[in-house]
């Protein structure tokens, strides 16, 4: 029932290793600091990329190496659908990210992957690493530990910390993730916050229809299953998990505990 294979079609995912599909869903979080910490990032350009700074001007990065946007042509296409296109000298740059001016990147762990576009406005603090085709958007917070499969959105004014996104989970607007798991293929609706700690202390626990089972974090947010989806200005309590194709309806407050698959929750 809270297997991970029972949520996650993880077959195209490029960071299958984090999870194990017999486990519990939420070990994924609970490997998601080591698995961050070990992995090989590029190091950037701090004549271009200064730390914690606003960039001044946009920059390309392409075949791991930054260059000044001034030299290239952009098409601002769909980030998503590949539709990013960056040329240079008549060439085109195929897989090229883009990094706006106005962005600020904290910290040296910080992993853009191809054809990924980071719009002005937008903060990311290590580590952090985004998937190809990703979309972080003005004004998105990514506050550490934070990771992306391929062509996801982390939206305008949307915060996230300690989570994972897989292939095509989207926040597109004002969202809050804390200690959560998007699943393929997942969509939060506008305003929808996922809370991550309990008012009353202690770990939290997963309720189901067979007893609770304690989880042992003392921050949990929200699991969302495959193809879930929430509504416009939703909230979940701390360890909520909805199964694959579940639907948070708009203005509604999803009880913690275990939903499952194709559940509405009104």
Known sequence: MLSTKSFFDLSDFPHQSLFDADKPVWEALNNLKSYMDSHSYPEPDRKLIPNATPLTRT???HGNSFIPASDCLIEFGDTTK???RVVREGEE???AAVIMAGAIIIG???DIGEGALVEGGALIKSPAIIGDYTEIRQGAYLRGYCLTGRRCVVGHTT?????IFLNDAKAGHFAYLGDSILGQDANLGAGTKFANLKFLGGTVSIRTEDGTVDTGRRKFGAILGDHAQTGCNSVTNPGTVIGQGGILMPNTTAASGYHPPKKVIR
């Open 59 to 61: 920059i390309v990065y």
């Open 82 to 84: 590949g539709k990013l």
């Open 93 to 95: 740059l195929t897989g």
């Open 108 to 110: 040296e762990q910080i």
């Open 159 to 163: 915060e996230v910390k300690h989570s």
